[in-house]
């Protein structure tokens, strides 16, 4: 069975109620295949997880980046709390190693992939704010979470919209967005391409750059707008 005590030491959080803990690293599979331990799964932890993050996020944003208009913030927090930064996050606190998991998910990775090791990670924050409230949660948010911090102050409020629009398509579809080349013009020296964006087998957006990279990159963006009503440009 996982040490829990072990990941309180890695928080630096010791639980007044250790089963909180323990539930926010069952992984649905685990309830699957053991239907008669008397256990919850984190899903419903993920969802406080999720709310608590955005808001000290929102809040760090708004203290010492006060330069940044509502929609960089916006682009900023969710660089900070989509679901491949939450991923690395819990990729370094070896969290997957504490995961209470079906044997036929494990067999397959589990404890590697992306959204099990993001959603937990937004479970143990859920639990540490229920259990020692919002004080020390922040405190454990802003040392995990420092690597990522940094990367944002040194470089800026850049947005990676191919990896936003990938998350969102897998989230969403359980499919992978799939970029087409449909010109190219202008000399070979000042190319301009226009690159058609593809998500769940329907046209989602077009874009254009001086590079391809930079034309997928704009079909991303526009892609985005289109079909996720939460994105904000």
Known sequence: MPDIEKLQEILGVSFKQPALLEQALVHSSYINENPANNVSHNERLEFIGDAVLGFIMAERLYQEMPDLSEGE????RATLVRGDTLARIAGDIKLGDFLYMGKGE???GGRNKAPN???ALEAVIAA???DHGIYTVKIVVSKIFEKEWQNLVSQGVEVDYKSMLQEFAQRKYQSAPIYKLVEEVGPDHDPTFT???IVNGK???TGQGKSKKQAETDAARAALTALNEDFTK
């Open 117 to 119: 090791l993001a959603g």
């Open 106 to 108: 494990e067999a397959t």
């Open 195 to 197: 690159v058609e964006v």
């Open 73 to 76: 913030m916006t682009r900023a």
């Open 128 to 130: 540490i704010y229920l």
């Open 203 to 205: 046209w989602s957006g």
